[in-house]
C-alpha cells in the first residue's frame, strides 16, 4: 500500500475511533467501556511493525488535537487501543491519579509493552497509576 494511502485510510480510522470513543465516555456505562478495553485482540499479531503502531499513534494524537475534535486522554487512549487491537496488538489502557496546580487531576494512557504510547505527555509524571486494563 502506498504512504499516502495508508495515511489517508489512518486519518479516516482515527476520526471515526475518535468519534466513537467521545460518544462512548459520555454515554456508556463505565462497565461497558472496562469490559471492552480489558478484552485482548482475537487474533494476535507479534509481527506487527513498529512504524505501523507509531504512525497510529502520531494519527490519533494529530486527529484528537484538532479545533474541531479537542479530544482528551481518554477518548484518544480508548481511540488508539481500538485501532491497534484491530491489527492484533494488545496494548494496555492505564487510568491513574495525581495532583495539578493543587486540585486532583486524572489521566489516561496506553501502554505497548511498558512503554507508553499515547498519553505520554499529559502529566504522567504527576500522576499515579491506579488501574491497568487489556
Given at each position: 500500500m502506498k504512504p499516502r494511502t495508508l495515511r489517508r485510510r489512518l486519518l479516516i480510522e482515527a476520526t471515526i475511533a475518535l468519534l466513537l470513543a467521545r460518544f462512548?465516555?459520555?454515554?456508556?456505562?463505565?462497565?461497558?467501556?472496562?469490559?471492552?478495553?480489558?478484552?485482548?485482540?482475537?487474533?494476535?499479531?507479534?509481527?506487527?511493525?513498529?512504524?505501523?503502531?507509531?504512525?497510529?499513534?502520531?494519527?490519533?494524537?494529530?486527529?484528537?488535537?484538532?479545533?474541531?475534535?479537542?479530544?482528551?486522554?481518554?477518548?484518544?487512549?480508548?481511540?488508539?487501543?481500538?485501532?491497534?487491537?484491530?491489527?492484533?496488538?494488545?496494548?494496555?489502557?492505564?487510568?491513574?491519579?495525581g495532583r495539578k496546580e493543587g486540585e486532583l487531576a486524572a489521566h489516561a494512557w496506553l501502554e505497548l509493552e511498558q512503554d507508553v504510547i499515547i498519553g505520554g505527555n499529559g502529566g504522567l509524571d504527576r500522576c499515579t497509576r491506579l488501574v491497568s486494563f487489556g
Open positions: 462512548a465516555v459520555r454515554v456508556m456505562p463505565a462497565e461497558k467501556i472496562v469490559s471492552w478495553a480489558s478484552r485482548s485482540p482475537r487474533r494476535p499479531d507479534r509481527f506487527t511493525p513498529t512504524t505501523l503502531i507509531q504512525a497510529i499513534c502520531r494519527t490519533v494524537d494529530e486527529v484528537g488535537e484538532r479545533p474541531w475534535m479537542r479530544a482528551v486522554c481518554l477518548p484518544k487512549a480508548i481511540a488508539a487501543q481500538a485501532m491497534l487491537r484491530r491489527r492484533g496488538v494488545g496494548g494496555h489502557l492505564c487510568l491513574g491519579a
